[in-house]
């Protein structure tokens, strides 16, 4: 008697994500637990909680997004039983990378925009010296940019915690890649502005572009892409004295 094959509703427990529950795209394996779930969906669960939404297990008190590994023979699997699954998803990556681009070009507006206060007032400068006097004070954002709430003084400087395993080796993934300081590193944000904004800032400044992916960091945590200033100011750098400090590294291969 001939062996059945088994069918694609037999399978269907181990080839799709618990958090989407769709067929799993580009499957990403918790160190820790192992449980796979669609990279998309475990970094944005990372971006808010350290531990694993299938198991509960802790994967990293700090910074868990370092203990997931893409798992390229599962995935290769899930393309192979699941029937037109990687034409779909190779032509909505297309699509995506059409409106991602036109939103680059909007940003990039954004930048050009940027001035340096040569004169700020006194109440927008921030303490500290910078060959005798105070920092000027500048902003990501253009003053016509739809934000209506209070500036926060920003501090953006390059990540030298060497706390971060990378690859096993405890490193400083930003020397590795030679980045380098900003000429002036306090900016003037409004409030609301996200994480993603700074981003593309310090790229910019940096002049590595799309190249290079980085992190931005606050005490030691990689910050969502959304997150704004605010929210950060409330939960990282809670009571410190301003201005507050955001870090940036080349971001670990996961």
Known sequence: MPEKKPSLKDLN????????FGYLIDATTVIECLCTFCKTC????????????????????????EHIRFDRTLQSIVYKVVPGLQARVEKERREAEGEQQEEEEEEEEV?????????PPAGDQCNGE??????????????????????VPVQV??????????NGKESNPAAD???????????????????????KFVQAKLNVGETIELDI???DEILGKDHTLEFVKMTRWRTKELPLLL?????PDI
């Open 217 to 219: 960091l606050c005490n």
């Open 130 to 151: 910078n060959n005798g006097g105070p920092r000027p004070v500048r902003s990501p954002l253009p003053p016509s940019h739809n934000y209506s709430d209070y500036i």
């Open 42 to 65: 475990i970094v944005n669960h990372l971006d808010e909680h350290n531990t694993c939404p299938k198991c509960n297990e802790v994967i990293h008190h700090s910074h868990p997004r």
């Open 13 to 20: 427990e181990n080839i799709t994500c618990s958090l989407c």
């Open 157 to 166: 400087d390059i990540h030298t915690s060497k706390t971060v395993p990378t």
């Open 111 to 119: 930048e050009d925009e940027v001035a340096v206060e040569e004169d």
């Open 177 to 199: 890649f030679e980045l380098k300081e900003l000429d002036k590193p306090i900016l003037g944000c409004p409030a609301r502005c996200p994480i993603r904004v700074i981003k």
């Open 247 to 251: 870090t940036y590294r080349v971001r």
